[in-house]
């Protein structure tokens, strides 16, 4: 696991990041104006920040589409939306990217 302010390498995705991305499927429609029919996590990112944690998480939307996205998971389970990538591919890197 990486350290403070690190980010780790990318990771097969949990169960658990699989409730985070149910959990933001309404932000992330809302978002990109689009609603997406399949919504599956398969590997994430994730750094360890004062007050909580950052992920990026790759997203299989159906086809051969998958979406990054960047979110913000405090330590009381609140999630908030910071980003969304589309039209990314199954090889694309998670990398952190802006707001």
């Known amino acids: 696991m990486a350290g403070p302010a690190e980010w780790s390498p990318t990771m097969d995705a949990t169960e658990e990041i699989q409730k985070i991305c149910v959990q933001m499927k309404t932000d992330v429609d809302k978002f990109t104006g689009v609603n997406y029919g399949e919504f599956k996590a398969v590997k994430y990112r994730n750094q360890i920040v004062t007050g ?23 330590p009381d389970g609140v999630v908030t939306l910071r980003g969304v990538q589309q039209h990314k591919t199954e090889d694309d890197l998670l990398e952190p990217f802006p707001k």
């Not at 990026?56 to 990054?68: L, Q």
């Open 52 to 74: 909580g944690q950052n992920y990026i998480i790759k997203v299989y939307v159906g086809g051969e589409e998958y979406i990054h996205l960047s979110l913000y998971g405090k």
